[in-house]
């Protein structure tokens, strides 16, 4: 399902093609500026109830976000902050893959995401906070992913300032009444480990170590698992979840 360009020779019911391309993103020179001065915080990947998952580090965290942490540069940076985005594994999770009980501080389910919530309820309510689940969370692997069932979560939903969405999801932020905010296309991105290895040019430019490429690689082709078995889906008769529609 893909869209490309070819240069070369026309025959005989038959094309020479010398070159392929793909369309590219439309050019966009307008500079899209808030009127406020806001700052977006991402992470992921927390996979909380692991025993190598960095608490201390995740609770200094938690600290400078609230205002508390960091020389004074820092803390009012930290203050301007008003969006939290922490797209998937969220939790370690159980069952995940053989063995893996052997690497959990946390071997309950129930008790990961109550543990989250905990970290969660320390951070200041004037920020959103955006979550996604990812392969390591309680739902199925198949994209997209709904948000944990509430009698898993139930202590997430308590809080005020959290936002649940499905995995991928586009999400609109910092939007006033004269100003239209700027989407957040947000995805786990089960499908990159088909792209590095089977797209020679990012497997040779370092693989996964080379998001920023392969994010090019799918917004070139407007989908975020182009390729059939890249990752698994709920083929759908209405819509394609992984299309992206807005550039």
């Known amino acids: ?27 966009n020179n307008e500079l899209k500026k808030s009127p406020n001065e806001e700052y977006v915080v991402f992470t992921s990947d927390l996979q ?57 501080i946390i071997p309950d389910i129930y ?20 979550l996604t689940a990812g392969n390591h969370d309680a739902v199925r692997l198949a994209e997209p992913q709904p948000f944990p069932d509430k009698k898993l979560v139930g202590h997430l939903y308590e809080l005020q300032n959290t936002i649940m969405a499905t995995n991928p999801s586009l999400v609109n932020i910092a939007s006033t009444k004269n100003f239209p905010g700027f989407n957040v296309l947000i995805y786990h991105g089960a499908s990159f480990f088909y792209i590095v290895e089977n797209v020679e040019s990012i497997r ?8 920023d490429l392969i994010m090019k690689f799918l917004l070139q082709r407007r989908h975020l698992a182009p390729s059939h078995t890249a990752t698994l889906y709920l083929p759908s008769p209405e819509e394609d979840p992984l299309l992206i529609e807005k550039i």
């Open 1 to 27: 399902d893909e869209v490309i360009g070819v240069t070369g020779y026309n025959g005989d019911r038959i094309i020479f093609v010398n070159g392929i391309f793909i369309p590219d993103v439309p050019l």
């Open 48 to 104: 909380i109830g692991n025993k190598v998952f960095f608490e201390k580090n995740f609770l200094k965290f938690i600290e400078w976000i609230n205002g508390n942490y960091g020389n004074k540069e820092q803390r009012e940076l930290a203050k301007k902050v008003k969006y939290l985005f922490i797209p998937g594994d969220l939790v370690e999770g159980v069952g995940v893959y053989p063995d893996q009980e052997e690497d959990l």
């Open 111 to 130: 008790k990961q995401y109550e543990r989250l919530a905990e970290y969660l309820s320390k951070i200041r309510k004037d920020i959103k906070i955006i």
């Open 204 to 211: 040779r430019a370092g693989r996964i170590e080379r998001p």
